[in-house]
């Protein structure tokens, strides 16, 4: 194309950048008259602008014959949820139809049970609810709880009063009754803390285990003798015989103070 | 083409942030925009990204529209067009190896161009005669300069008068003329010479 209009030549009257200038008026039909004529007749004798006019003029054709596209169904509402990220059938509903008025509770069902049902109706939800009321049917079945009971359940402000005062009296009583015994158990206690001092911990023994260099046997191996240790010592107890039955371990520790 | 009251008064609802307004401009544009793209770019994925990146940059810059300016579809042509060149330059390096040979459509059915030539002397069936010739003048399309390419589309298929495609392609008029010209021997020139093979 530029060499064309580089070796621009005047035939009838007119150039070849003036054919090129008119070409696309004359392919588009509004070059008419003598314009047209001396256009036609430069097509005719030039052997640039001639086989130009005919490539063209193919060219238009073939793209004129070219029809539109049909443009994908979704590209619509792809385009409107990334500009407004509102979809298309949302966007219509909302803009067609007239909004109902909806009272407080249909308000607070749509904007927070129903999210929170749909939540709860989830597989993994739904498995994990069945599992904790099996294990709460078994705990109750085996603590001996039934149904029943808890529907017998008074929920009047006097029976509610009544189980109270029943619940603390039982709970006064059986501190009572169990004071006793508690108070034998500290006596108990207290004998026993006085007879026996307090024992080294494990990991200093193990510790002087170790360090042991004098190749004598384990003490574990003289266990047995300490059972005349102990007769020894017990034998100046004043509680007598009663206290005989102490453990062994305990006076197996002593022995190693010893 | 378009009623320009009509129009201004759907950018002034879309600019006031009515979702209504918006839909109908991109159901109006849509299409058009769309087979912009698909010609100039070649295949439909990328005609489809390309049309909705020019809907966003509308969405974005649909304040900066002025009315008394030109029209409004000159100014949607003008954006899909300067996203078509952008794309073109991100998207040069991949088209350094393609030939005729290659398959540059994955909208229709991907076949060399060579091979996609319609059989004149037994055709078996009129549409399907038809849909292959489009393929082979989309293909020879594609085989264009980007600047002959756009200038083409524009006054062939898209029906845009000289004017609105210089205001749109920020080129003189006469420029206009002169590429629409060069296009359309260039593409009447390749497709001649494939035929010729074929004969």
Not at chain 1, 130 to 145: D, E, R, Y
Request: charged share 25%; aromatic share 6%; proline share 5%.
């Amino acid at each position: 194309m530029p060499d064309r209009i580089k070796n621009d030549h005047t035939s009838n009257g007119i150039g070849c950048n003036e054919f090129d200038l008119l070409l696309s008026d004359a392919l588009d039909g509004v070059l008419s008259g003598p314009g047209l004529d001396r256009f036609q007749a430069h097509a005719r004798t030039c052997k640039t602008c001639g086989p130009l006019l005919e490539e063209a003029e193919a060219g238009r054709t073939w793209l004129k014959g070219l029809t539109e596209v049909e443009p994908p169904a979704s590209l619509v509402s792809n385009i409107l949820a990334s500009t407004t990220g509102v979809d298309t059938q949302r966007l219509r509903t909302m803009t067609r139809t007239p909004q109902p008025h909806i009272s407080w509770w249909e308000h607070v069902q749509a904007s927070y049970l129903e999210p929170m049902w749909a939540i709860v109706r989830q597989p993994r939800f739904a498995m994990s609810f069945g599992m904790a009321f099996f294990a709460l049917s078994v705990s109750l079945t085996v603590a001996g709880v039934k149904p029943r009971d808890v529907l017998q359940i008074s929920l009047r402000p006097s029976a509610i009063k009544r189980t109270y005062y029943n619940t603390q009296a039982r709970v006064v009583r059986y501190v009572d009754n169990v004071r006793p015994v508690l108070e034998v158990q500290a006596a108990l206690r207290g004998i026993k803390r006085n007879m026996n001092p307090a024992e080294p911990g494990p990991s200093k023994q193990q510790k002087e285990r170790k360090n042991d260099t004098t190749q004598q046997p384990e003490q574990k191996q003289d266990r047995n003798y300490s059972q005349t240790g102990e007769k020894l010592i017990l034998a100046g107890d004043p509680l007598g015989p009663s206290n005989r039955d102490l453990p062994v371990v305990s006076v197996t520790t002593y022995r190693r103070f010893v | 083409m378009e009623d320009v009251q009509v129009v201004a008064m759907l950018v002034r609802r879309c600019i006031a942030g009515d979702a209504a307004a918006w839909e109908e401009i991109v159901q109006t544009y849509n299409r058009r925009i769309y087979n912009i793209c698909y010609r100039f770019a070649g295949t439909s994925d990328d005609a489809q990204d390309l049309t909705q990146e020019v809907f966003i940059k509308m969405y974005r810059t649909l304040s900066s529209y002025d009315a008394s300016k030109g029209a409004f579809v000159t100014w949607v042509t003008t954006i899909t067009r300067n996203l078509l060149v952008d794309h073109f330059r991100k998207t040069k390096q991949d088209r350094m190896t393609d030939s005729m040979d290659s398959t540059a459509s994955d909208h229709e059915d991907a076949q060399p161009l060579s091979e996609q030539i319609p059989d004149q002397s037994a055709p078996p069936d009129t549409r399907v005669r038809q849909r292959e010739l489009s393929q082979t003048v989309h293909q020879a399309l594609g085989k264009l300069s980007p600047e002959l390419r756009e200038a083409v589309i524009l006054r062939d298929l898209q029906d845009m008068d000289y004017k609105e495609i210089a205001t749109a392609l920020r080129v003189p008029e006469g420029t206009v003329k002169s590429r629409i010209n060069r296009g359309r021997a260039e593409l009447g020139r390749l497709l001649q010479r494939t035929y010729r093979q074929v004969m």
